[in-house]
């Protein structure tokens, strides 16, 4: 059975400080308890702080993850972070495609396929982030807008593994009101159907799906009932040690009550 994925995306938040006082927190609220097992938790942090954060959590069990990469290795292209340089310092993770980048930085189909590509080819696991927006949902796009997204992130890549991928309906990011875990599973069920049609059915029972927005220590049991939900990508309630702690508790419980 594979771990409950947990992420943390930190967005433009958090100081060398803050995310010092943040680690204390987060493990000290989970002193005692053997959540390792269950859990496999990352930590998506600005680039100014993931030296540090790599190196907080060096003998932990927790990964850390960039936000956003370019796709080159290096070249005349100012403000960019290369695959390269991630791998540099130890940083083998990273999100690929958040609603905020393509909204807000004109990502395109385009770069997020050839980001996804060269990151699954460095060897990184990426996370690559998709979801409708309100009017397309409301105009019952949702199908067609997450099999396009899909399809061309994936267009062109055989080897998969370490592929990660979290639905986010853009209308649920931050706005305090989450998909219904019916609504975030039909989707994940539909987005598991093309997976099986790209690579088998056994190898997409593999990738874990993860669901986003507005996901709280509150709702998160009932996104982790659903069968092709295998974790959560979370914005605002992980940006305080311990309501990310609590979020690790409550996916240890839930993981638990599956196995009874
Ligand atoms: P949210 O953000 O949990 O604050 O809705 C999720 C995300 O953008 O990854």
Redesign the pocket.
């Known amino acids: 059975m594979k771990k409950i994925v947990l992420?943390a995306?930190w967005?433009m938040h958090h100081s060398q400080l803050s995310a010092q006082q943040y680690f204390t927190d987060f493990f000290s609220a989970l002193e005692g308890i053997s959540w390792e097992e269950a859990v496999q938790v990352g930590f998506?942090v600005p680039y100014t702080l993931l030296g540090l954060v790599r190196q907080t959590l060096q003998n932990k069990p927790a990964r850390v993850l960039a936000q956003n990469v370019h796709h080159l290795d290096q070249g005349a292209f100012t403000g960019e972070i290369s695959l390269a340089m991630l791998a540099d310092l130890g940083i083998r993770a990273t999100?690929i495609g958040?609603?905020?980048r393509r909204q807000y930085f004109a990502e395109n189909l385009e770069t997020v396929n050839l980001k996804t590509k060269a990151a699954l080819r460095a060897g990184f696991s990426p996370v690559l982030?998709i979801g409708e927006s309100l009017s397309e949902r409301q105009e019952s796009k949702t199908k067609e807008v997450i099999e396009r997204q899909l399809r061309s992130a994936l267009n062109d890549i055989s080897d998969h593994s370490n592929l990660i991928i979290?639905y986010?309906p853009i209308w649920?990011?931050?706005?305090?009101l989450?998909a219904s875990p019916h609504q975030a599973q039909e989707v994940h069920q539909q987005i598991r159907a093309l997976l099986a049609s790209n690579y088998g059915t056994m190898h997409a029972s593999r990738i874990s799906l993860l669901y986003?927005?507005?996901?709280?220590p509150a709702n998160l049991s009932s996104f982790l009932a659903q069968p092709d939900i295998d974790g959560?990508?979370?914005?605002?309630?992980?940006l305080q040690g311990e309501s990310f702690a609590a979020m690790v508790k409550v996916a240890r419980k839930s993981r638990k009550e599956q196995l009874s």
């Open positions: 992420i995306n967005k998506a999100l958040h609603s905020e982030c979290a986010e649920a990011i931050g706005t305090g989450a986003g927005g507005s996901v709280t959560a990508l979370v914005g605002g309630a992980s």
